[in-house]
T-cell receptor, first 115, second 106 residues
Framework: GAVVSQHPSRVICKSGTSVKIECRSL??????MFWYRQFPKQSLMLMAT?????????EQGVEKDKFLINHASLTLSTLTVTSAHPEDSSFYIC???????????FGQGTRLTVV | KNEVEQSPQNLTAQEGEFITINCSYS?????LHWLQQHPGGGIVSLFM???GKKKHGRLIATINIQEKHSSLHITASHPRDSAVYIC????????FGAGTRLTVKP
């Protein structure tokens, strides 16, 4: 079946640095990818919708200048957390739907710890 | 009120019991997605359904579009079923319920 690969699975970074998370669709083209954040014991929260070849759509309250999304190809979307702070520590996960939304596939997730 | 409500929040069962997790939504959907999230965070897609019922092994998902309600059933539950089960309303994006943490004891 279709697979979405997310990398890295874990990252620890210092405050003030930037971290890039990659999400790749391995055997299908994903014109849309979703980025979610999950804090401990909470549900997934949609951060932004990444659209290939155009600007991402951010959910209310998500800073687009802090969470940079690039969807330069049909198989790759990246989320860059800029000037990371400890409160950005969270589990970030991407998903990509099949074109007609009959199915959606999730990356393995990235656990970010900012120290 | 959340767009997607799940119940119960937590559920503990003995091995072999029949499990039901409920999901109600208030938004228009093209489909309802049931997901399983393991302790490490990894998410597995269980079902995506827009009507009726789907079955896969010991898992059954049903949806009532008129009532905006879906249920996930697990028959003959097993400790390995212990996970967080999440429903999501799908309509160009996904809106998630808070999840149901299931613990199945041997």
């Amino acid at each position: 079946g279709a697979v979405v690969s997310q990398h890295p699975s874990r990252v620890i970074c210092k405050s003030g640095t930037s971290v890039k998370i990659e999400c790749r669709s391995l055997d299908f083209q994903a014109t849309t990818m979703f980025w979610y954040r999950q804090f401990p014991k909470q549900s997934l929260m949609l951060m932004a919708t990444s659209n290939e070849g155009s600007k991402a759509t951010y959910e209310q309250g998500v800073e687009k200048d802090k969470f940079l999304i690039n969807h330069a190809s049909l198989t790759l979307s990246t989320l860059t957390v800029t000037s990371a702070h400890p409160e950005d520590s969270s589990f970030y996960i991407c998903s990509a739907p099949l074109g007609d939304y009959t199915e959606a596939f999730f990356g393995q997730g990235t656990r970010l710890t900012v120290v | 009120k959340n767009e997607v409500e799940q119940s119960p929040q937590n559920l503990t069962a003995q091995e072999g019991e029949f499990i039901t997790i409920n999901c109600s939504y208030s938004v228009g959907i093209s489909a309802l997605h049931w997901l399983q999230q393991h302790p490490g965070g990894g998410i597995v897609s269980l079902f995506m359904l827009s009507s009726g019922k789907k079955k896969h092994g010991r898992l059954i998902a049903t949806i009532n579009i008129q009532e905006k309600h879906s249920s996930l059933h697990i028959t003959a539950s097993h400790p390995r079923d212990s996970a967080v089960y999440i429903c999501a309303a799908v309509n160009n994006d996904m809106r998630f319920g808070a999840g149901t943490r299931l613990t199945v004891k041997p």
